[in-house]
């Protein structure tokens, strides 16, 4: 496979990259925790979640259409609980690392995540992020265009299998909460393996106590609503805020850090009650950035600078063709999909 290198990053139609020195200066003072701020997002999610809960168990004994609908509502407050577990997994969530820890660890087992683990493997994640020789952990499955072509024919197969939206938005997320996340990674440090049997030993215990009130076949469907929910919209902010046109990918020579947080994370501007509910997780050029910044300040740190103002938001309607998006072309550097590869094939016959 031969790289595109004739373009190089400063070639890039985009906005003037600021120095580290220049970002690291506007961030500083959005990276201090408050206490006050976490501990009324803890009342302001988890009360409600509960609350959620305790009517589903009056809803069940009336009609499961009236049960559905707040299962999904809790899958949907469970996204925000997924984003403090992920805060205090940066240890950004509060000043204390002993209070990141246990909070975190709660709001894992509320989502059915090991808290270490996951932490680790999403680190990978960020060091990574737009790096194409560093692709594979904590990312959506993306090849480039001419990796595709040479594939097998089972690989294409699994590779349109896995791109295809109701794997990815339903079966994925679903498999991973339930599934994936019991077992940890053999590369994982013994502490991090540890995590992950640790959190499904909690689990079953959740699983036990919520099966005694609500009786084992009704809680499964209805933490399977909710972790559909949850799991479903949880990969698609993930997926618009890294699989939109003009993301940024780069071989690992001429990676960016600066450039591959503020192009290659979206700025996916939403409707002020989904932007509550994903807790801000929206501004996530800001988060790449620096992910020592709270959630619930990261909306004041874009505010605060043209810099990260004059990233071009990603609307809700505008995210949605992102569906289509399935493969990198280093030729354009943009993602296309499939049907890029019949227009290709069509202008090589002519």
Not at 52 to 62: D, E, R
Not at 111 to 120: G, L, N, Q
Not at 286 to 309: D, G, K, M, Q, T
Request: proline letters at 5%; hydrophobic letters at 45%.
């Amino acid at each position: 496979m031969t790289p595109s290198t004739n373009l190089s990053i400063s070639e890039r139609p985009s906005p003037e990259q600021p120095s580290i020195a220049e970002w690291k200066a506007l961030v500083a003072q959005y990276q201090t925790p408050s206490a006050t701020r976490a501990i009324w997002q803890i009342v302001d999610t988890l009360v409600p979640y509960f609350l959620l809960w305790a009517l589903m168990y009056w809803a069940v004994t009336i009609s499961w259409w009236l049960a559905i609908p707040l299962a999904m509502l809790a899958g949907m407050l469970l996204v925000r609980v997924f984003i403090i577990f992920h805060d205090c997994g940066h240890g950004s969530f509060f000043k204390s690392k002993l209070a990141n820890d246990i909070i975190g660890f709660l709001a894992g087992l509320l989502t059915f995540t090991p808290y270490y683990h996951w932490r680790w493997e999403h680190s990978l994640h960020h060091a990574s992020s737009g790096d194409l020789d560093r692709r594979g952990t904590g990312d959506i499955w993306t090849l480039t265009v001419e990796e595709y072509l040479t594939s097998s024919r089972w690989r294409r197969f699994a590779y349109r299998l896995a791109r295809n939206p109701f794997v990815l938005f339903v079966i994925a997320p679903t498999t991973l909460f339930l599934v994936l996340n019991r077992i940890p990674s053999p590369k994982a440090t013994p502490r991090d393996r540890n995590s992950v049997w640790w959190m499904n030993l909690a689990i079953l215990g959740l699983i036990f106590i919520l099966s005694s009130v609500f009786g084992f076949a009704t809680y499964a469907i209805l933490q399977l609503v909710v972790t559909m929910t949850a799991g479903a919209a949880g990969v698609w902010m993930f997926y618009v805020q890294h699989q939109f046109e003009d993301a940024y990918w780069e071989r690992h020579e001429h990676w960016d850090y600066t450039t591959a947080a503020l192009q290659g994370s979206s700025f996916y501007k939403l409707p002020r009650i989904l932007q509550w509910f994903s807790g801000n997780i929206g501004f996530h050029h800001v988060h790449h950035l620096c992910p020592r910044i709270a959630n619930y300040n990261l909306e004041r740190c874009h505010n605060s600078s043209p810099i990260f103002r004059q990233i071009k938001p990603v609307t809700l309607r505008s995210s949605l063709k992102s569906i289509r998006f399935r493969l990198w072309d280093e030729q354009t550097r943009t993602l296309v999909g499939f049907r890029h590869l019949r227009k290709q094939r069509s202008r090589t016959k002519e």
